[in-house]
C-alpha cells in the first residue's frame, strides 16, 4: 500500500509518517509540502499512484481545497481517494469535503496513539473495513 501525505507542517509530515510505519513497515508513505510539490510527484508516479491521499486543508498559496479541485479534475488522479486533514471538525467542512469529492474529512490527533489508532482505521475502511468512528466517509 502508498499513502500520500500533502502537509506545508513538516512535524505534521514527520509524525504521520512514524505513525504509518508504525501500523505497518509495509505501507510506503510519500510526503509533500504544498500543492504544487505534490502534483509534480503524482505526475512523476506514472506506474503506481497512491492508494490513499491524505490533504491538509489549511495550506499557503494553494489551500487544501484548491489542491482537491486540481486533483480532481487530473483524469490520471481523479479516482484516488482524498482524506481531508484538518484541526478542525466543523459540520461545515465535512459538508464541503463531500460536495468536493473528498473521500473523508480525519481530524489531526491530539496524541500519537491517537493518530496511530485513526490512521489504522481509515486505511482498514479503504480495505473493506467499517467506518471508523470521527471519520465522516463519502
Known sequence: MKIMLIDDDSDDREIFGEAVYDIGSSIIVETAWSASNALEKLNAMTTSLPDIIFLDINMP??????????????????????VMFSTSAHEKEKLTAQQMGAAGLMTKRSSYESLKAHLRAIIDYFHGGELPAGFTGS
Do not use: H, M
Not at 71 to 82: C, G, N, R, T
Open 61 to 82: 498559496i494553494v489551500s487544501g481545497w484548491d489542491c482537491l479541485t486540481l486533483l480532481k479534475q487530473d483524469p490520471a488522479l481523479s479516482s484516488v481517494p482524498v
